[in-house]
């Protein structure tokens, strides 16, 4: 019923820029926090930046002053990266909380299906 579908990742050289996108669909009666999260294989996920439904970011310590987390709509966030590092590498998840029309009293935790991003000469 709901969905979250990312896009914009691929192979970047170290200093370059990309920019992820996150379109939430469905039966949605509301979105809380939303959010980037990031893992590697044989590693936990781990949170990249995060924005509150008032569109208040909050951001890794490992990514402040490099990426941007900005959310264009209720259902709609971006995730701007510039001076990439090869350690960004990872699979990148898009993440909300979200209540929906069945329940509208209790958001739950949506992940998307994730989107490559590789930092690499």
């Known amino acids: 019923q709901v969905q979250l579908v990312e896009s914009g990742g691929g192979l970047v050289q170290p200093g370059g820029s990309l920019r992820l996108s996150c379109a939430a669909s469905g039966s949605i009666f509301r979105i809380r926090t939303m959010g980037w999260y990031r893992q590697i294989p044989g590693k936990r996920r781990e949170v990249v930046a995060t924005i509150t439904e008032g569109g208040k970011p909050n951001y890794a310590d490992s990514v402040k002053g490099r990426f941007t987390i900005s959310r264009a709509t209720a259902k709609n966030i971006f995730l701007q990266m510039v001076s990439l590092k090869p350690e960004d590498t990872a699979v990148y998840y898009c993440?909300?909380?979200?209540?929906?029309?069945?329940?509208?009293?209790?958001?739950?935790?949506?992940w998307g299906q994730g989107t490559q991003v590789t930092v690499s000469s």
């Open positions: 993440n909300a909380e979200i209540a929906t029309m069945t329940d509208m009293f209790t958001a739950y935790p949506y």
